[in-house]
């Protein structure tokens, strides 16, 4: 469960918004002013009468100040999630309807893939068009499992592939780890009924990448090794391409074992040698090439505490160009968490700020956003309290 601001700090939120002096809301409740400030410093909890006395004088409801868990974000693991499960589970289109052509399946599958990579109301825009698109597609699969028409099949389990890689993506983000090994399953299964070995590869990718999200880093990195020996020997283009995106998912996993080592060392040897072979890319989403190597480079150097080495390399590096607004959106946050561990607060709340910018329903579903949050109104000086203010509400702390 996602972090959120404890008794004390929700009332000197409210006190200050309200712009109530510490001494003059103490003396109206009938305690001391040193005694509030034990309570909001969180060295006091208070009873449940001085409770009912601090809500009522600044004028908000006692839930306001008790209620310590997370506000359901809109969109976040609920009626979103559940349409996209319903569509999962098979609601959709009966099973004599004509299917969509597989052309304009991929059209539409293509078309979401865009929006989910470049909106910065991806999760919004992914709610209004896959519930739908998951069905269309999950019927196409239906009708033509058993086809004769071996081209159409093909195409038609490609874009029921690309379409599971997606809601990978998106399930995970969406905090539902369950539903993203499922769709990442389904993504494999889909690939090899297809006969595609890239998209075998690039199904292995996602499936490794559910891994790391649930703490399985072992198999993680023994699913992209997998992928890397049934690609073959190392060769252009697409290929190529796929084999380092896969050694960027054992690099995390070492990195997330502390291997830090093999971790610098795999990504020398392996992957930057493939990723200059390559140049920028983004196949099968991937977002492969040279930049997101460094952007790793990064993330190792954070992982191991090695901040200054991790904003050295970070000031070197330019993602305006990347096609990933989720790519970008990692990095900074990375960035932004170097200096929470310097703790150069002013460094941090202007990173959060651009982020709320660039992203603001990732930033609302990022727990490690939310964490550094708690941080900075635990110390941030009183010159940037309004800021701070604006992120714990932003992202649904009180």
Excluded at 189 to 203: T, V
Excluded at 285 to 313: C, D, Y
Aim: glycine share 6%; aromatic share 6%; with cysteine.
């Amino acid at each position: 469960m996602a972090v959120t601001l404890p008794i004390g700090e929700r009332i000197r939120y409210w006190r200050e918004r309200k712009q109530r002096k510490q001494a003059a809301v103490a003396g109206l409740c009938g305690i001391t002013e040193e005694y509030l400030s034990q309570i909001e410093r969180g060295l006091k909890i208070p009873s449940l009468p001085v409770l009912h006395a601090l809500a009522a004088e600044l004028g908000v409801p006692v839930s306001a100040l008790l209620d310590e868990h997370p506000r359901e974000l809109p969109g976040k693991n609920g009626i979103i999630a559940q349409d996209v499960t319903r569509a999962l589970m098979g609601y959709g289109p009966p099973r004599s309807s004509l299917p969509i052509a597989s052309t304009m399946l991929r059209e539409r599958v293509e078309s979401a893939w865009r929006t989910w990579q470049t909106s910065p109301t991806r999760f919004t825009d992914a709610a209004a068009v896959l519930p739908e698109l998951i069905a269309d597609v999950e019927h196409a699969v239906r009708v033509h499992r058993t086809s004769t028409d071996s081209a159409s099949r093909r195409e038609i389990f490609r874009a029921a592939a690309d379409l599971y890689f997606l809601l990978r993506s998106y399930c995970r983000r969406a905090g539902r780890v369950d539903l993203s090994l499922m769709v990442a399953d389904r993504g494999l299964r889909a690939a090899e009924d297809a006969d595609d070995p890239i998209r075998i590869a690039a199904a292995q990718w996602n499936l490794g990448h559910v891994l790391l999200a649930d703490g399985e880093h072992e198999g993680a990195e023994q699913i992209a090794c997998l992928g890397i020996e049934q690609l073959g020997p190392p060769q252009a283009g697409e290929a190529t391409a796929l084999a380092g995106a896969l050694e960027l998912v054992a690099v995390v996993a070492d990195a997330r074992r502390k291997k830090w080592r093999n971790a610098r060392e795999r990504l020398r040897d392996k992957a930057t040698p493939r990723a200059r072979q390559v140049g920028e890319g983004n196949f099968m989403w991937t977002v492969f090439g040279p930049t997101n190597v460094e952007l790793h480079s990064v993330s190792i150097e954070m992982e191991a505490g090695e901040t200054t080495e991790a904003l050295r390399v970070a000031d070197q590096i330019d993602t305006s160009h990347l096609p990933s607004l989720e790519r970008r959106f990692t990095f900074l946050l990375e960035v932004a968490r170097c200096y929470d561990l310097r703790r150069e607060d002013a460094a941090v709340l202007v990173h959060l700020l651009d982020l709320l910018q660039l992203a603001p329903e990732d930033l609302a579903r990022s727990d490690l956003a939310q964490d550094m949050v708690i941080r900075l109104r635990r110390r941030i000086r009183p010159t940037y309290r309004r800021q701070v203010d604006v992120l714990t509400e932003r992202l649904g702390l009180l």
